[in-house]
T-cell receptor, first 112, second 111 residues
């Protein structure tokens, strides 16, 4: 799997958009970008994934650069409950049986 | 939450005793996974299953075995627990889009 680089921590004010960057410069053409988060002591939670097009769901938006070497997860209106560690993971296409490789992620702290 | 439950949620056991953790899913997913999470290491894959009776090793499989005799249950067994296996264990399923959904975790302490 391609290696990802994320800032170790970020702050964001409640109600503002939280923009979490991820670098994955060695991503292969058929690898997808997945985002998960883990709130303290809970299991990781899937957020969103994409290949090359921007994606949006009820939780977040995913913006992938045209060269696919980096992406940004956007939480449009952050709340205190969004405080968590966010993981950017690059992995093979959805049909792969491979498990996930978690890095250290970004600890996002939402400030009141 | 993809209908995933884990049992027990907490367990304290002594070194050398066998321990079995259970993961149960209700949505008939083919792929299931066991991870452990330790401070400073993040989640690491122990074993996974790609169907009934079909399993494979992950990154940290030593000291663990698994079994999957029916689609809904994936068991993780520590044949002889050691203190280094004190950890939080998470089970996951893989959905058709490739995303994984995780259970609530089992906190295991080996004394």
């Amino acid at each position: 799997d391609a290696k990802t680089t994320q800032p170790p921590s970020m702050d964001c004010a409640e109600g503002r958009a939280a923009n979490l960057p991820c670098n994955h410069s060695t991503i292969s053409g058929n690898e997808y970008v997945y985002w998960y988060r883990q709130i303290h002591s809970q299991g990781p939670q899937y957020i969103i994934h994409g290949l090359k097009n921007n994606e949006t769901n009820e939780m977040a938006s995913l913006i992938i650069t045209e060269d696919r070497k980096s992406s940004t997860l956007i939480l449009p209106h952050a709340t205190l409950r969004d405080t968590a560690v966010y993981y950017c993971i690059v992995r093979p296409p959805p049909g792969s049986a491979d498990g996930l490789t978690f890095g250290k992620g970004t600890h996002l702290i939402i400030q009141p | 939450d993809a209908g995933i439950t884990q049992s027990p949620r907490h367990k304290v056991t002594e070194t050398g005793t066998p321990v079995t953790l259970r993961c149960h899913q209700t949505e008939n997913h083919r792929y299931m996974y066991w991870y452990r999470q330790d401070p400073g290491h993040g989640l690491r894959l122990i074993h996974y299953s790609y169907g009934v009776k079909d399993t494979d090793k992950g990154e940290v499989s030593d000291g663990y075995s698994v079994s999957r005799s029916k689609t809904e249950d994936f068991l993780l067994t520590l044949e002889s627990a050691t203190s280094s296996q004190t950890s939080v264990y998470f089970c996951a399923i893989r959905a058709t889009g490739g995303e994984q959904y995780f259970g609530p975790g089992t906190r295991l302490t080996v004394t």
